[in-house]
């Protein structure tokens, strides 16, 4: 008769094997798409109030993957953004299997631990909040635990974290101070990041047109989320700009 303590013990490092694994993959998601839409669940912002109060994870999320979505990006703020990590628990149960990005202000490890137990395939690290060494440390983290990062940059002199091995570089067209949004930012930062980097572009994208003007310009992946969360139906919304690209 086996020992139950041993049954145990190998059940659970089965589970630790399948928590470790790498999820499914942003950076290849978008390399793959021809559209690149990263459709962003997003209740609430800090300068708009509520944008959608009533929106729901076990809804949302899964009517962008059925219309068409790349790969989605879910707020787990909860004070400024009316996120939550269960939201990411919660989109994949409803049956989301895409690529799903953990948005937060990260700053400590044990949020890229909050990551990966709710089921997210990458996280958000952002150059403005974060040192070199700090970003370098969680960098690290994120890919030994299987997770993959995006790395969100505004400015040129924030462009030397590019160095440090994300698998994704961002371009936030929205300024984290005054919330102002410029999608020339991302036109003009483009240039200057590493030629073999996957770029996205963040914030403020509203016409399928600049969807195409930013790809010619190198970019793979595009974080839209108003746009879509502010219409009655944001799945229908997306189907319609996807058809528009």
């Known amino acids: 008769m086996q020992d139950i303590l041993q049954t145990i013990m190998a059940t659970k490092h089965q589970e630790l094997a399948l928590l470790r694994a790498r999820k499914p993959s942003l950076r290849q998601a978008l390399l793959d798409s021809s559209t690149g839409i990263i459709a962003e669940f997003k209740r609430r912002s800090p300068s708009k109030g509520w944008i959608s109060q009533q929106a729901r994870p076990d809804v949302v999320p899964l009517s962008y993957q059925q219309n068409g979505a790349t790969a989605l990006s879910i707020l787990t703020d909860q004070q400024y953004f009316g996120g939550h990590d269960d939201f990411i628990r919660?989109?994949?149960?409803?049956?989301v299997t895409i690529p799903v990005l953990y948005k937060n202000?990260?700053?400590d490890e044990l949020q890229v631990y909050e990551a990966l137990l709710c089921g997210a395939s990458a996280i958000l690290l952002i150059?403005?909040?974060?040192?070199?060494?700090?970003?370098?440390?969680?960098?690290?983290?994120?890919?030994?635990?299987?997770?993959?990062?995006?790395?969100?940059?505004?400015?040129?002199?924030?462009?030397?974290?590019?160095?440090?091995?994300?698998?994704?570089?961002?371009?936030?067209?929205?300024?984290?101070?005054?919330?102002?949004?410029?999608?020339?930012?991302?036109?003009?930062?483009?240039?200057?990041?590493?030629?073999?980097?996957?770029?996205?572009?963040?914030?403020?994208?509203?016409?399928?047109?600049?969807?195409?003007?930013?790809?010619?310009?190198?970019?793979?992946?595009?974080?839209?989320?108003?746009?879509?969360?502010?219409?009655?139906?944001?799945g229908q919304a997306l189907a319609q700009f996807v058809h528009q690209i």
């Open 90 to 95: 919660t989109a994949r149960q409803s049956g």
């Open 105 to 107: 202000f990260v700053i």
């Open 127 to 234: 150059a403005a909040c974060l040192s070199r060494q700090e970003c370098k440390r969680l960098i690290e983290l994120a890919h030994a635990l299987g997770l993959e990062v995006l790395l969100e940059m505004h400015a040129e002199h924030e462009l030397e974290y590019a160095e440090l091995d994300p698998d994704l570089c961002g371009i936030n067209n929205r300024h984290l101070g005054s919330f102002v949004t410029d999608v020339d930012t991302s036109f003009r930062l483009a240039e200057l990041l590493p030629k073999d980097a996957v770029k996205v572009s963040e914030s403020g994208i509203s016409n399928p047109q600049t969807v195409r003007e930013l790809r010619q310009a190198g970019f793979s992946g595009f974080l839209i989320g108003e746009t879509f969360m502010k219409t009655p139906d944001p």
